[in-house]
């Protein structure tokens, strides 16, 4: 089986049992957290924004810059030239291809789709509190005992959200790229 029939096979299962309003609401958080205008962390390279249960996207890690990265067009090695994404190789180009184009780095991608999200959900539902100096009892990955970064009456509104699908409790940017962190990284490492 190939990748690609392999994710679609699991979303059909994942979406086979998931009533339409589960769908509704974990792609309107796939959307709130991949459509972050500038608050978060992830830079889609591909984004199908479907409302029929397959909406997806390919993302990543925008402050992620790798150091020894390699050019996946021309393939030579190259460096980030200050904070703006723009590469340069050894010889001092900044573009290659036909037509010239920046460099672009290889970097670690994910495809992010509801499941995805429905596992961030999970890992925020499932939280442990533990306690922390001067912050109190805060909400542990519970799995890996990391501390999610996330908690508080943002967690008690995005809970109230994942019970009622959206009808009651609340979510903004923040919380949708909370799910989507938790789901990719294991904790909130950003926001
Ligand atoms: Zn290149």
Redesign the pocket.
Known sequence: MSEATATTARQAAGNARRTPERIQFLTDLLSGAIEHSGYGFSTAIEYEPADDSTAYAVIFDRFDIPENAT??????R?EPVGPWDVWT?TDGSR???EPADR??PVRETWRVDLDTIARGLGIIRNAVMREVPNDGPVPHNKVTGERLYYGGESRKLLMQADRTNGDEGDWDVISALAVLECAIFGAVRYN
């Open positions: 050019c996946e067009r021309c393939k030579v190259i190789a573009v290659c291809g460099h672009e």
